[in-house]
């Protein structure tokens, strides 16, 4: 690299790529740790409970003994629906906190989609 930085480049502009290099580590990092959180929502006052991580995968689902009804098997698929439904919102809820909290309310645009 020539003396001084890259040819045409101010002094600021190296700064604001160092900013945007150490905000990607941060978001990278935060982005990890919200993967491994685990979000628990319940459905048809408590039936149902449905565990996911950061991940989007289901790690763990409970149904009560009474919620199970042979002659209403749809009603029971709705709750498990829901339950997995809300636990998944409640992770993506979290994640966009933390990225809105971490850049400010900064719109990345299709870097935000990467998380």
């Known amino acids: ?3 001084g930085g890259f040819r045409g480049m101010s002094m600021g502009g190296m700064s604001m790529i ?3 290099q150490k905000m990607q580590q ?3 990092k ?3 740790e919200m993967e ?3 979000y628990t929502a319940t459905a ?3 039936m149902v409970s449905a565990t996911v991580n950061g991940k989007h995968q289901v790690l ?3 149904i009560k003994p009474e919620a199970v009804d042979p002659e209403d098997v749809e009603m029971l698929q709705d ?3 829901a339950a997995i439904n809300e636990a998944t919102r409640m992770g993506e809820e979290a994640t966009s906190a933390a990225v809105s909290k971490m850049t400010g309310g900064m719109n990345l645009g299709a870097l935000s989609g990467l998380l």
């Open 36 to 38: 491994t959180k685990e």
């Open 26 to 28: 941060e978001l990278l």
């Open 44 to 46: 048809g006052g408590g």
């Open 18 to 20: 160092k900013q945007a």
């Open 79 to 81: 709750m498990i629906l």
């Open 60 to 62: 763990a689902l409970t």
């Open 1 to 3: 690299m020539a003396k």
């Open 30 to 32: 935060m982005q990890e």
